[in-house]
C-alpha cells in the first residue's frame, strides 16, 4: 500500500469513526433518560358561572433521573385561571414563591404578561411510573351567546415535544338537556373520536396523540345551564357555528376516505403515471412503423459507425466512437493496423496506425481524424522517424495516449470539433424529431399539478413537497428527452435487430453468416453497439471451419491477411481493446487537464355529529387555552 493509500485510508476511517460517535452519543443519551406520557385523563366540569373546572391527570414513565416538570397553559382569551394545585393521588405539594421550585414537593406558578402562565413543581424520579393531578379553574371559559351557550376550549395544546399514549377527556354540564339541544365536536388528529353519552356528558378520546398536535373540545348548549354566565357576545352564533363545524366535519370525512382507499389511490397514481410514460415513449419512438423482425443480417444504413453510435446512444457521444471511426478508416484503406512485437511480453505489445496511400476522398469527418493522427501527432514526434514520406508515416498506440496527457488542450480540441461535427453530421440524417412527446409532455405536468394539490390538501406540506419532488424527478428523468422520425424509429429497430444477430450469427446455419471480409465491416460497427468481444469470440469459432474462403486474403487489417485461427482473432480482440484503451485514457486525460486549468483560472382534529358521536374534523385551533410542558 502506497504512503498516500495509507494517509487517505486513515483520515477516511478517523472521519467515519468521528461520524459514527456523532449518531451514536445522542441516541446513548436518549436511551439513558427520557420520558413517556403514558396517558392523560381529563375531567372537566362546567360551572353555573361559566367557568371551567379542570382535573388532569397526566401519568409519565420516566427512564432516568428526573428533579422536576413544568407545565404551560395559554390563556388565549381566558380572563383568569385560579385555584391552582398540584397533586399526587392524596398528597398535595406545598405552593411556594419561587419559581422554578427547587425542593421536592412544592410548586410555584409565574404568569407571563397576557400570554400564559406557566406551573412549575420539584420531585425526585428515577426509572418509575408518576402520575400527577393538575387542577385549575378557567374563569369565563364559557361564552354566553343570545341563542346559546359554547364551551370551546384546547385541552391539550401543541407545544408538548412528547406523544401522548392515551388520551380521554370526560366533560360535564351543569344540567341535562333536552333532545337536538347539545351539540358536541373535537379537533385534533383524525383518528380521535367524539361521543355525546348521556344529556350532560360528552367525553372525547384519542390515542395516540402525536406531539405538537393540539387536542380540543367544542360543545352548544342551552343557555338557562350558566345563567352566571359573565361572557356576552350579543350575537347570535348556533347558525355559524353549526356551518363551520358541517365544513370541517366534510374535510375531515374526505381525508378518511383518502387514507382508507390509499392504497388503491397511489395505486391509481402509479397506473396512471405509467401509462402517461408510456404513452411519451410510443410516441417518441414512433414505434408502431418500426422494423419488427428479429434479426437484421445486414447494416442498416450507409453512414459511418459513429454516426450510427450518435443514433443508438440518443445523441450521446462515447469513446467507443473515436475507436471505431479509425478502425473505419483501416477497413477503407486510408490507413493499416499493425500489431508491434506480436510475440513478446502482454506489457510490450503495442499497434501503430500506417499512413497509406489512396485516391479515396475522405469524409470531413474522416479527415479530421486523419489529420489529428498523421498531422498533429505525427509532427510531435517527427523527430523519431526517418522518413517523412506520406506512405511511410505512423503512429503507435501508446504515442496518442501519451501525446494527449502532454498536450491536454491539444487533443481537447480536437476531441470537441470531432464531436461537434459528429453531432451535425448525425442532426443531417432526419433521425430525431424536434418537438418529442410535447403533449404528452403537457399532460404529464398537469398530473404533477394535480397531484401536488391533492398532496397539499390531504397530508400537508410536506407530503406536498415529496409530491413536487418525485413528480419532477420523474419528468426529468423517465420523460423522453428526444423522439425519433419515422425513418429514425426504424434505423433504431433495425440496429437493435442487427446487433442480436450480432450477439447469435454463430449459432445460424452457415448459408446465413458472410464472409470474413464482411465481418470486418461489421466488426466497426459492433464497436459502436458494444459487442464488438463478442463478436470476435463467435468468430473465431466460426470461420477456423470456413478459412477456404477466397476473400480472407482481401482485407485491409493486417492481423486478417493470414489464415483465420484462434491467434488472430485474439490478435483483433487485443487491437480493439488497445485502440478503446488508448482514445478512453486520451480522453479521459485531456478532459481532467483541460477541467483543471478551467477551475483554477476562475478560482389536526377531529369530526363529529351533532347530537351523536364522531370522530375529529380538520379545523379547529381556536379554542382557548393550550399550552404544553416539559420535564427537567
Same mark, same amino acid.
Given at each position: 500500500?502506497?504512503?498516500?493509500?495509507?494517509?487517505?485510508?486513515?483520515?477516511?476511517?478517523?472521519?467515519?469513526?468521528?461520524?459514527?460517535?456523532?449518531?451514536?452519543?445522542?441516541?446513548?443519551?436518549?436511551?439513558?433518560?427520557?420520558?413517556?406520557?403514558?396517558?392523560?385523563?381529563?375531567?372537566?366540569?362546567?360551572?353555573?358561572?361559566?367557568?371551567?373546572?379542570?382535573?388532569?391527570?397526566?401519568?409519565?414513565?420516566?427512564?432516568?433521573?428526573?428533579?422536576?416538570?413544568?407545565?404551560?397553559?395559554?390563556?388565549?382569551?381566558?380572563?383568569?385561571?385560579?385555584?391552582?394545585?398540584?397533586?399526587?393521588?392524596?398528597?398535595?405539594?406545598?405552593?411556594?414563591?419561587?419559581?422554578?421550585?427547587?425542593?421536592?414537593?412544592?410548586?410555584?406558578?409565574?404568569?407571563?404578561?397576557?400570554?400564559?402562565?406557566?406551573?412549575?413543581?420539584?420531585?425526585?424520579?428515577?426509572?418509575?411510573?408518576?402520575?400527577?393531578?393538575?387542577?385549575?379553574?378557567?374563569?369565563?371559559?364559557?361564552?354566553?351567546?343570545?341563542?346559546?351557550?359554547?364551551?370551546?376550549?384546547?385541552?391539550?395544546?401543541?407545544?408538548?415535544?412528547?406523544?401522548?399514549?392515551?388520551?380521554?377527556?370526560?366533560?360535564?354540564?351543569?344540567?341535562?338537556?333536552?333532545?337536538?339541544?347539545?351539540?358536541?365536536?373535537?379537533?385534533?388528529?383524525?383518528?380521535?373520536?367524539?361521543?355525546?353519552?348521556?344529556?350532560?356528558?360528552?367525553?372525547?378520546?384519542?390515542?395516540?396523540?402525536?406531539?405538537?398536535?393540539?387536542?380540543? *373540545?367544542?360543545?352548544?348548549?342551552?343557555?338557562?345551564?350558566?345563567?352566571?354566565?359573565?361572557?356576552?357576545?350579543?350575537?347570535?352564533?348556533?347558525?355559524?357555528?353549526?356551518?363551520?363545524?358541517?365544513?370541517?366535519?366534510?374535510?375531515?370525512?374526505?381525508?378518511?376516505?383518502?387514507?382508507?382507499?390509499?392504497?388503491?389511490?397511489?395505486?391509481?397514481?402509479?397506473?396512471?403515471?405509467?401509462?402517461?410514460?408510456?404513452?411519451?415513449?410510443?410516441?417518441?419512438?414512433?414505434?408502431?412503423?418500426?422494423?419488427? *423482425?428479429?434479426?437484421?443480417?445486414?447494416?442498416?444504413?450507409?453512414?459511418?459507425?459513429?454516426?450510427?453510435?450518435?443514433?443508438?446512444?440518443?445523441?450521446?457521444?462515447?469513446?467507443?466512437?473515436?475507436?471505431?471511426?479509425?478502425?473505419?478508416?483501416?477497413?477503407?484503406?486510408?490507413?493499416?493496423?499493425?500489431?508491434?512485437?506480436?510475440?513478446?511480453?502482454?506489457?510490450?505489445?503495442?499497434?501503430?496506425?500506417?499512413?497509406?496511400?489512396?485516391?479515396?476522398?475522405?469524409?470531413?469527418?474522416?479527415?479530421?481524424?486523419?489529420?489529428?493522427?498523421?498531422?498533429?501527432?505525427?509532427?510531435?514526434?517527427?523527430?523519431?522517424?526517418?522518413?517523412?514520406?506520406?506512405?511511410?508515416?505512423?503512429?503507435?498506440?501508446?504515442?496518442?495516449?501519451?501525446?494527449?496527457?502532454?498536450?491536454?488542450?491539444?487533443?481537447?480540441?480536437?476531441?470537441?470539433?470531432?464531436?461537434?461535427?459528429?453531432?451535425?453530421?448525425?442532426?443531417?440524417?432526419?433521425?430525431?424529431?424536434?418537438?418529442?412527446?410535447?403533449?404528452?409532455?403537457?399532460?404529464?405536468?398537469?398530473?404533477?399539478?394535480?397531484?401536488?394539490?391533492?398532496?397539499?390538501?390531504?397530508?400537508?406540506?410536506?407530503?406536498?413537497?415529496?409530491?413536487?419532488?418525485?413528480?419532477?424527478?420523474?419528468?426529468?428523468?423517465?420523460?423522453?428527452?428526444?423522439?425519433?422520425?419515422?425513418?429514425?424509429?426504424?434505423?433504431?429497430?433495425?440496429?437493435?435487430?442487427?446487433?442480436?444477430?450480432?450477439?447469435?450469427?454463430?449459432?445460424?446455419?452457415?448459408?446465413?453468416?458472410?464472409?470474413?471480409?464482411?465481418?470486418?465491416?461489421?466488426?466497426?460497427?459492433?464497436?459502436?453497439? *458494444?459487442?464488438?468481444?463478442?463478436?470476435?469470440?463467435?468468430?473465431?469459432?466460426?470461420?477456423?471451419?470456413?478459412?477456404?474462403?477466397?476473400?480472407?486474403?482481401?482485407?485491409?487489417?493486417?492481423?486478417?491477411?493470414?489464415?483465420?485461427?484462434?491467434?488472430?482473432?485474439?490478435?483483433?480482440?487485443?487491437?480493439?481493446?488497445?485502440?478503446?484503451?488508448?482514445?478512453?485514457?486520451?480522453?479521459?486525460?485531456?478532459?481532467?487537464?483541460?477541467?483543471?486549468?478551467?477551475?483554477?483560472?476562475?478560482?389536526?382534529?377531529?369530526?363529529?355529529?351533532?347530537?351523536?358521536?364522531?370522530?375529529?374534523?380538520?379545523?379547529?385551533?381556536?379554542?382557548?387555552? *393550550?399550552?404544553?410542558?416539559?420535564?427537567?
Amino acid at each position: 500500500m502506497s504512503k498516500n493509500l495509507r494517509i487517505w485510508t486513515t483520515l477516511l476511517s478517523a472521519a467515519l469513526s468521528i461520524l459514527l460517535l456523532a449518531l451514536l452519543i445522542p441516541a446513548i443519551t436518549v436511551e439513558a433518560r427520557s420520558m413517556d406520557i403514558v396517558a392523560v385523563e381529563i375531567y372537566a366540569e362546567v360551572l353555573p358561572t361559566g367557568d371551567l373546572k379542570v382535573t388532569e391527570h397526566r401519568t409519565i414513565d420516566f427512564k432516568g433521573q428526573f428533579r422536576g416538570f413544568e407545565q404551560t397553559i395559554d390563556f388565549a382569551g381566558i380572563a383568569l385561571y385560579s385555584q391552582i394545585s398540584i397533586s399526587e393521588g392524596d398528597y398535595y405539594y406545598t405552593h411556594v414563591e419561587d419559581f422554578p421550585t427547587t425542593l421536592p414537593g412544592t410548586y410555584s406558578v409565574k404568569v407571563f404578561g397576557a400570554d400564559y402562565f406557566a406551573v412549575d413543581w420539584s420531585f425526585t424520579a428515577y426509572n418509575e411510573k408518576r402520575t400527577f393531578t393538575l387542577e385549575y379553574i378557567a374563569r369565563d371559559a364559557v361564552i354566553a351567546h343570545t341563542d346559546v351557550a359554547e364551551l370551546y376550549y384546547k385541552f391539550i395544546g401543541d407545544d408538548w415535544d412528547t406523544p401522548t399514549g392515551m388520551v380521554k377527556i370526560t366533560l360535564t354540564l351543569p344540567g341535562k338537556t333536552n333532545a337536538g339541544e347539545l351539540h358536541a365536536w373535537g379537533h385534533g388528529p383524525y383518528h380521535g373520536n367524539t361521543e355525546i353519552i348521556d344529556s350532560q356528558t360528552i367525553s372525547w378520546t384519542v390515542s395516540p396523540l402525536p406531539a405538537y398536535t393540539f387536542f380540543e *373540545g367544542r360543545v352548544v348548549f342551552p343557555l338557562h345551564l350558566v345563567p352566571e354566565a359573565a361572557d356576552f357576545s350579543g350575537k347570535e352564533a348556533l347558525p355559524e357555528i353549526l356551518a363551520e363545524e358541517k365544513r370541517w366535519a366534510t374535510q375531515a370525512n374526505i381525508y378518511r376516505l383518502a387514507a382508507r382507499y390509499q392504497p388503491y389511490y397511489s395505486l391509481g397514481i402509479i397506473v396512471f403515471m405509467v401509462f402517461v410514460l408510456y404513452q411519451m415513449w410510443t410516441k417518441a419512438l414512433n414505434r408502431k412503423s418500426a422494423f419488427k *423482425g428479429k434479426y437484421y443480417r445486414q447494416l442498416p444504413g450507409t453512414y459511418p459507425p459513429e454516426v450510427a453510435g450518435y443514433l443508438w446512444n440518443k445523441k450521446k457521444v462515447r469513446n467507443e466512437f473515436l475507436t471505431a471511426a479509425i478502425l473505419n478508416l483501416a477497413r477503407q484503406s486510408y490507413l493499416r493496423i499493425e500489431e508491434i512485437n506480436p510475440g513478446g511480453k502482454k506489457n510490450t505489445s503495442d499497434f501503430r496506425l500506417v499512413r497509406t496511400l489512396t485516391n479515396k476522398t475522405p469524409l470531413p469527418i474522416e479527415k479530421q481524424v486523419l489529420d489529428f493522427i498523421f498531422t498533429t501527432v505525427y509532427q510531435h514526434y517527427a523527430s523519431n522517424h526517418e522518413d517523412s514520406k506520406e506512405a511511410a508515416k505512423s503512429v503507435a498506440f501508446t504515442q496518442v495516449d501519451a501525446f494527449a496527457r502532454k498536450n491536454p488542450t491539444l487533443f481537447h480540441s480536437f476531441y470537441q470539433t470531432w464531436r461537434s461535427t459528429l453531432s451535425s453530421l448525425g442532426g443531417k440524417q432526419d433521425f430525431f424529431a424536434r418537438k418529442p412527446s410535447l403533449k404528452w409532455g403537457c399532460l404529464l405536468m398537469l398530473f404533477m399539478f394535480i397531484l401536488s394539490f391533492v398532496a397539499l390538501f390531504l397530508w400537508g406540506l410536506y407530503m406536498l413537497a415529496i409530491a413536487l419532488f418525485v413528480t419532477s424527478v420523474i419528468l426529468i428523468f423517465a420523460s423522453p428527452k428526444y423522439g425519433f422520425t419515422e425513418y429514425g424509429a426504424d434505423q433504431l429497430a433495425k440496429w437493435k435487430a442487427f446487433r442480436r444477430y450480432l450477439l447469435h450469427f454463430s449459432r445460424l446455419e452457415k448459408s446465413t453468416v458472410p464472409s470474413l471480409i464482411v465481418w470486418e465491416h461489421y466488426l466497426v460497427y459492433a464497436v459502436v453497439l *458494444g459487442v464488438a468481444k463478442q463478436v470476435i469470440d463467435q468468430l473465431s469459432i466460426v470461420f477456423p471451419r470456413f478459412y477456404q474462403e477466397s476473400t480472407i486474403n482481401q482485407t485491409s487489417w493486417s492481423a486478417l491477411r493470414s489464415t483465420p485461427n484462434i491467434s488472430m482473432f485474439k490478435s483483433i480482440d487485443n487491437m480493439t481493446s488497445s485502440l478503446n484503451t488508448t482514445v478512453s485514457r486520451a480522453s479521459q486525460s485531456a478532459f481532467r487537464a483541460v477541467a483543471a486549468a478551467s477551475s483554477a483560472s476562475s478560482s389536526s382534529s377531529f369530526s363529529s355529529r351533532s347530537g351523536s358521536s364522531g370522530g375529529f374534523s380538520s379545523g379547529g385551533g381556536g379554542g382557548r387555552g *393550550g399550552g404544553g410542558g416539559r420535564a427537567r
